[in-house]
């Protein structure tokens, strides 16, 4: 604000070629080669069919070759959940850095609706780094702290809209944070998984997901909020 195998993206009748163009190992750049070859193969296979091995074959080095960076499967997914995670703070950090005079609970707002567009736009990241099931998030360093960072972010936009009279007094921040990154991931897989026609929403995700934030971001705030606390 975590996909189990059976959401991920599955085998499709007809596969494409593969990309080769965009994912032929340059000197150098083994890690990334291997990391945009496993993105190709869900996107064109479905995660069933990842391998280390397979991963190897589509940017062209022997089959030994990447192990020296990722023994496993678990260890290169992994590695793309770390990818996916570095978009994800940078996409969150550029839309707090132009509203950094706003009110709390506002830039909370601009922080979701960064939250649900990188989703929307990046589904398969999105997917790898939700699986708890296809990555091992103790093991990454840079996963923990970038997420730890996210939530020390929101917990201190609530702890400054409580302070400045602007959310509801008896809202615990804690809770909050849960509640807020539940509201924003439940959202993001919904439209994903393709739930909304059966919901009977009548406009596309794009387009729902900000106004459902609005609406939660709205039922926060406190009845006396001084004036010109909601604007956005």
């Not at 979701?112 to 093991?139: C, E, K, M």
């Not at 919901?199 to 934030?213: C, I, M, R, T, Y």
Request: charged share 20%.
């Amino acid at each position: 604000m975590c996909y189990a195998d059976d959401t991920m993206p599955k085998s499709r009748p007809h596969t494409p070629p593969p990309r080769d163009t965009s994912e032929r190992y340059h000197h150098g750049n083994l890690v990334d080669a291997l990391v945009a070859a496993t993105i190709a193969i869900i996107e064109e296979r479905g995660v069933e069919h990842v391998s280390v091995r397979e991963a190897a074959r589509r940017v062209g080095v022997s089959p030994g070759a990447p192990f020296r960076h990722f023994a496993t499967k678990t260890a290169l997914m992994t590695a793309v959940a770390e990818q996916a995670m570095n978009r994800l703070k940078a996409s969150v950090d550029a839309a707090l850095d132009g509203r950094k005079t706003d009110a709390p609970l506002v830039q909370l707002e601009a922080l979701g609706a960064a939250y649900l567009g990188w989703a929307l736009q990046n589904p398969t990241h999105f997917a790898v780094i939700s699986s708890r099931t296809l990555i091992d998030i103790t093991a990454s360093d840079s996963i923990q702290r970038a997420n730890n960072e996210i939530r020390g972010v929101m917990a201190r936009l609530f702890e400054q809209a409580r302070m400045d009279g602007t959310l509801a007094p008896d809202l615990g921040i804690d809770h909050l944070v849960l509640v807020t990154r539940a509201l924003g991931y439940g959202l993001a897989r919904m439209a994903i998984d393709g739930h909304f026609p059966e919901w009977h929403a009548s406009e596309p995700p794009a387009d729902v997901l900000p106004k459902a934030l609005t609406l939660f971001m709205s039922l926060l705030r406190s009845k006396t909020a001084p004036p010109g606390a909601e604007d956005p």
